[in-house]
């Protein structure tokens, strides 16, 4: 998964990656925010106005990546 946020044709595909925590500084972390076009920290926010922001973004796809699901 380390590269896939970067691989994308922009031409076609807009990146979104939502952060469900706030930024540890790691190298994984950073790597994410300088490939995905749009990075946005939702850690602080509620369920009820996360969902309404990827709504509002208009988001297609959807992949949760914290192994969770």
């Not at 930024?23 to 850690?43: K, L, M, P």
């Not at 922001?53 to 992949?63: A, G, W």
């Amino acid at each position: 998964m380390g590269s896939v946020f970067g691989m994308h044709d922009n031409e076609n595909v807009e990146v979104f990656c939502y952060a469900l925590s706030p930024n540890d500084g790691t190298e994984w972390g950073i790597h994410i925010q300088y490939e995905a076009e749009h990075f946005i920290d939702v850690s602080s926010l509620t369920f009820d106005l996360t969902a309404r922001m990827i709504n509002e973004d208009r988001i297609q796809i959807l992949t949760d990546l914290n192994g969770y699901t």
